[in-house]
């Protein structure tokens, strides 16, 4: 069996920060301690000096889609591609979701979204299930599903166009059936009546270009659907989870809803605390569409007092990447392809922006970006800690390594990213999962389907 000793790296975890050295054997930590004599390394074992650098446990993007076929596209990220630029930021483990199909049970449509990534993924997975109706036979669906080691469920309130949205007057049975299964649900939160209300008024424009997304999706559609969704759940006594939470007015509906007794999980990712909207007016703007839209500064800002008053919970990325020219296909800010690259500059936003610019420290970060998600959803503590004798999946993070983020440096088979120009301060150098070195300055040295897929346990983390 392989060993690795990193040395003299500044541990994170939630609790504290200790300069220590760390033994991994094999795919698991095995000793951590003050220091190893040379007598106490093992034979063969590959050291790496660490002094200054930070050692975090593997970061978890807990929101991706990669290789998602949708809207008669494919995202152009795979689960290879998007695997391998995530290793390049110090991301170990994703966890990707599951579309419903008719004539598929939700385990068999699982099953085959398990099959997609696996041979491909150079990092550990887990899924979420998408429900986007209900039909009879739907409760033994969910305990087979809960019986493949899938504990969380997504839904939409929006997308009824496109088949995503699960009707309103479904939410309670889907409700009541995952609070009996105890599987979570995880929620895109937009009010679809109020966008399309809103829709039906500028149908006759001729042009709808970026900026007119904001517009169409204003803060308030958010706000909604969460008041809606956090009342429901209230009411049968359940947590939820909202994901890409993006606005002022969102945030408000989540401090409303915790007011009144109820439970919210609440993510955010990063393009809506360092974007905002003014982008949809330049150039190429089409490469920064995405769905909730980019916000006003009011709304960054919320979002970055959220994080530091502890009333979010975690940050993933949404990463669904398309190149340019799939972007710019279209004007027309319903038509162009939702989303962008994310998951490779999740770690060195957050630290330079986060913890760097004093919202929180970085213990703090390590709890929003791996420690929590894999409490949320079920994968801890064998990822997102540093416990002796869970997988080995860590990063060396070099906090002095100055970055300016540039399109070329990006390993996203989008080609962009919609962080060019950002000035960073701290960087990840090395990415090891389960003891393998994947990444080290800059260089890939996985393989690709490496990775395996993660049953979850049910979710130990409740803000309740
Ligand atoms: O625009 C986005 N976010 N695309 C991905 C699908 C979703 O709504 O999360
Ligand atoms: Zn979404
Ligand atoms: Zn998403």
């Not at 105890?182 to 939160?189: D, G, M, Y």
């Not at 989303?339 to 060195?348: H, R």
């Not at 929590?372 to 004798?389: C, D, H, I, N, T």
Request: charge should be negative; aromatic fraction near 8%.
């Amino acid at each position: 069996m392989g060993s690795l000793l990193i040395k003299n790296g500044r541990l994170v975890t939630v609790e504290q920060v200790q300069q220590k050295d760390l033994l991994v054997v094999g795919e698991k930590i095995k000793e951590i301690k003050d220091s190893f004599t040379a007598e106490e390394i093992p034979a063969g074992c590959t050291v790496i000096e660490a002094e200054g650098k930070y050692v975090f446990p593997g970061i978890i993007d807990a929101h991706t889609h990669y290789f998602l076929q949708s809207r008669n596209s494919t995202t152009a990220d795979d689960f290879y591609t998007g695997s391998v630029s995530a290793a390049f930021g110090g991301v170990t483990s994703f966890i990707d979701y599951a579309g419903q199909f008719t004539g598929l049970t939700l385990a068999e449509a699982n099953q085959r979204r398990r099959e997609q990534a696996e041979g491909e993924t150079v990092l550990d997975f887990s899924l979420h299930q998408c429900v986007y109706s209900l039909h009879p036979g739907i409760k033994d669906e969910l305990a087979e599903l809960k019986q493949s080691s899938i504990n969380n469920l997504k839904i939409f309130t929006t997308y009824r166009k496109e088949g995503y949205m699960l009707a309103e007057e479904s939410w309670e049975e889907l409700f009541r059936l995952a609070r009996e299964l105890k599987l979570l649900i995880t929620v895109h939160a937009e009010d679809n009546q109020l966008i399309e209300e809103i829709w039906a008024g500028h149908q006759s424009r001729t042009e709808v270009p970026p900026h007119f997304h904001p517009i169409l999706r204003p803060p308030q559609t958010e706000y909604r659907a969460i008041i809606k969704l956090g009342r429901l759940a209230g009411q049968l006594k359940m947590p939820i989870y909202i994901v890409h939470l993006s606005s002022r007015e969102g945030y408000q509906a989540v401090k409303e809803i915790r007011a009144s007794g109820g439970r919210l999980i609440v993510e955010t990712v990063p393009h809506y605390l360092l974007l905002n909207k003014d982008l949809l007016q330049e150039r190429q703007a089409q490469k920064y569409i995405m769905t909730p839209p980019l916000r006003e500064e009011a709304d960054r800002q919320a979002l970055w007092q959220g994080l530091q008053e502890k009333g979010i919970d975690l940050i993933a990325t949404d990463h669904c990447s398309f190149t340019v020219e799939q972007k710019l296909r279209s004007n027309h800010c319903r038509e162009i392809l939702p989303g962008i690259p994310g998951s490779e500059t999740l770690l060195p936003l957050i630290f330079s922006k986060g913890v760097r610019a004093g919202y929180f420290d970085v213990r703090r970060m390590v709890d929003l970006l791996s420690t929590r998600p894999a409490k949320v959803f079920g994968l801890y503590p064998e990822k997102g800690s540093l416990q002796v004798g869970t997988d080995a999946d860590l990063v060396v993070f070099d906090p002095k390594k100055e970055v300016r983020l540039a399109d070329a440096q990006q390993h996203s088979a989008a080609g962009y990213t919609p962080y060019t120009g950002i000035e960073l301060q701290g960087y990840p150098l090395i990415t090891i999962v389960r003891g393998k070195v994947i990444i080290k300055d800059g260089n890939f040295y996985g393989k690709r389907g490496s990775g395996q897929f993660l049953p979850a346990q049910e979710s130990s983390f409740d803000q309740g």
